[in-house]
């Protein structure tokens, strides 16, 4: 099956906030940039949760992460627009975690709990059932407003991610986990370009200019021989 290439939302006519006067500054801003972004439009039209999805549809366009009877570990999935990507484009099997509540998706099996917990990895060795084929990792911590400390505690996040991927991967496996540009990330590049043939950066058109989201795409998981 060829995968349709996602075209780019069109844009309409600007929309301005008719109640901006009875809201604060920041939510006149945050509802005028919703109500004017192509990508939320296009979301609500074609079906996705979230505006998010067209990321992973850009990615997987670019990098073809999914393939098709692959097994998905979605981290970071609320409201579920990437998992919703990796069924409609063929996984076999996607498991999709979020401390948030997800509504159910057909072809998808959804957990709701918090990655950090320590028992958390072991729960979802049992469900996976065997390795995966793509780590997927959206997942990002409450911003504080602090560029650095933000950014550190990103990079955290991705650590847990690639820790898990690098023990539940089968060989040849991609991982994708979102991270802030900064500079405190080289730990974790040196543990991807240990355990993957291809170790890259990506912004993906949907990610907004003005946000500091960035995406690393690790693929051809080298195996469990490579100490991490």
């Known amino acids: 099956?060829?995968?349709?290439?996602?075209?780019?939302?069109?844009?309409?006519?600007?929309?301005h906030v008719k109640t901006?006067?009875?809201?604060?500054?920041?939510?006149?801003?945050?509802?005028?940039r919703q109500l004017n972004d192509p990508y939320v439009t296009a979301a609500k039209q074609q079906g996705w949760r979230?505006?998010?999805?067209?990321?992973l549809l850009e990615l997987d366009d670019k990098f073809k992460l999914?393939?098709?009877g692959a097994r998905v570990l979605d981290l970071g999935a609320a409201p579920g627009g990437w998992t919703q990507v990796a069924v409609k484009r063929g996984a076999a099997s996607v498991l999709a975690m979020d401390l948030l509540p997800i509504d159910p998706i057909h072809g998808a099996t959804i957990i709701q709990g918090d990655f950090t917990d320590?028992?958390?990895?072991?729960?979802?060795?049992?469900?996976?059932?065997?390795?995966?084929?793509?780590?997927?990792?959206?997942?990002?911590?409450?911003?504080?407003?602090?560029?650095?400390?933000d950014h550190i505690r990103i990079v955290a996040l991705a650590e847990m991610a690639l820790d898990?991927?690098?023990?539940?991967l089968s060989p040849g496996g991609a991982f994708v986990a979102k991270v802030?540009?900064?500079?405190?990330e080289k730990q974790i590049l040196d543990v991807l370009k240990r355990n993957f043939t291809s170790v890259r950066h990506a912004k993906p058109p949907a990610s907004r200019k003005e946000s500091s989201?960035?995406?690393?795409?690790?693929?051809?998981?080298?195996g469990r021989t490579t100490e991490g």
Do not use: C
């Open 1 to 15: 099956m060829t995968k349709a290439p996602v075209m780019p939302p069109s844009r309409g006519l600007v929309v």
């Open 20 to 32: 901006a006067k009875s809201r604060s500054p920041a939510s006149a801003r945050w509802l005028a």
């Open 50 to 55: 979230s505006r998010a999805a067209f990321k």
């Open 66 to 68: 999914i393939q098709k």
């Open 118 to 149: 320590p028992d958390v990895p072991e729960r979802l060795m049992a469900e996976l059932g065997g390795g995966a084929d793509l780590v997927l990792s959206d997942m990002a911590p409450n911003t504080t407003g602090h560029a650095s400390t």
């Open 164 to 168: 898990f991927a690098v023990q539940i």
């Open 180 to 184: 802030f540009q900064g500079g405190s």
């Open 213 to 222: 989201e960035l995406y690393v795409v690790a693929t051809g998981f080298r």
